[in-house]
């Protein structure tokens, strides 16, 4: 996948993004000290006069024990192999441009150049319906499509699970810890030097370094989005769980949201109810959602079509993500194992949550 490019300085080329200044909220008015050299980490310049640390510096811990690491089976393709050999037929069978055309329409709409940083808000009723796996699907979507910087928030401290399915090997720095040092005077470069490269393009800050402790708290959400969106084209917050507070003001603060909604009976209900929240929030907070239906398993026992016609009575926008057996499997998400049919939803996904953020002001 395309590796983002780092803004340069001086005029802005077009169509690419250029970082605008935002709110700052740092009360120090210093520098903020390089972090120590961490490997698969770029590395940041050290500033003379830098303060020391508030806290101390970070050990990096594994996403995944080694124990448990050692006993990961092979992932499987998304697809079967005899869907997969059915679908090579059909493809030589069949002309293929309308489905190449649609593509490159969806490939320019994500491409589509921002004047300030987009954040793009997911969440859901409950857990364990694929949130996260959304939000990272999202994530290593803009990062195919797009060339400018494009960061995965963990909002969701509750031993979220993003580092692992982003395919992160170990996580240092928090949003919490960041939130401390985070300065107006830092550059691009000195902020990546915090965060977690993913191997395919684009960054990662966990929420936490997977254990038990304090929960993620509104100010701090506050201080690392608002500092954040000045260097990333696109920032996927992947949010705890409704009616977290942090989820909720992560909805109603965000420029687009995705509200992932399990194929049940419960979920869907569930999810009206949310979309009904959502109608009464302030800029245009409804309009600017997007539903993913999730499928748990091969065979769900709610119909696609009566569910989707449900939520669509909100008039918000439903992208069905179908059952995928490389999802299915948890661990690390490798792209080129997904499904043909979930490679899509993907893309349409994040392009309809991206043409709804841009529009917000």
């Known amino acids: ?17 250029a970082p605008v200044p935002d709110q700052h909220l740092n009360t120090q008015g210093q520098p903020a000290p390089a972090p120590p050299e961490q490997s698969a980490t770029p590395a940041v310049r050290h500033r003379p006069g830098s303060p020391t640390l508030p806290f101390p510096t970070p050990k990096s811990v594994p996403t995944i024990d080694p124990r448990l690491a050692l006993a990961l089976g092979r992932p499987l393709h998304g697809d079967s192999v005899v869907r997969r ?14 489905e190449v055309a649609e593509e490159t329409r969806i490939g320019r709409e994500l491409q589509q150049p921002v004047t300030t940083g987009r954040v793009i808000a997911v969440t859901s009723i409950r857990g364990g319906v694929g949130k996260t796996t959304v939000a990272a699907l999202l994530a290593r979507t803009f990062n195919h499509y797009r060339h400018d910087p494009v960061l995965a928030l963990e909002a969701d401290a509750a031993l979220g699970t993003l580092p692992v399915r982003m ?3 170990s996580v240092r720095w928090s949003c919490a810890e960041l939130a401390q040092i985070l300065t107006p005077s830092m550059q691009l470069t000195d902020v990546t030097g915090y965060l977690v490269p993913v191997s395919d393009g684009g960054w990662l800050l966990p929420a936490s370094q997977g254990r038990v402790g304090a929960l993620l708290d509104i100010p701090t959400y506050r201080r690392v989005t608002l500092a954040l969106r000045r ?6 917050v992947d949010c ?8 909720r003001t992560a909805m109603d603060t965000a420029h687009a949201r995705v509200v992932v909604a399990p194929l049940t009976a419960e979920g869907v209900g569930g999810t009206r109810v949310v979309l009904d929240w959502l109608a009464q929030l302030p800029h245009a907070a409804l309009a600017s959602t997007v539903v993913a239906l999730t499928s748990g398993t091969p065979d769900p026992n709610l119909d696609l079509k009566t569910a ?3 939520l669509r009575e909100t008039g918000t926008t439903i992208v069905h993500l179908p059952y995928d057996r490389h999802l299915a499997a948890g661990g690390p998400i490798r ?6 049919a979930t490679r ?9 949550a991206l043409q709804w953020a841009v529009q917000v002001r």
Request: aromatic share 4%; no cysteine.
């Open 1 to 17: 996948m395309t590796q983002p490019r780092l803004p340069e300085t001086g005029p802005t080329a077009p169509g690419t993004y």
């Open 85 to 98: 050999t059915g679908k090579s037929i059909r493809r030589l069978a069949s002309s293929t441009s309308q």
């Open 167 to 169: 395919g992160a090997e």
């Open 231 to 236: 260097y990333f084209a696109v920032t996927v």
């Open 240 to 247: 705890e769980t409704l009616p977290g507070e942090v989820a």
């Open 308 to 310: 989707t016609a449900h």
């Open 335 to 340: 792209t080129e194992l997904l499904g043909s």
């Open 344 to 352: 899509r939803a993907a893309t349409q996904l994040a392009a309809e």
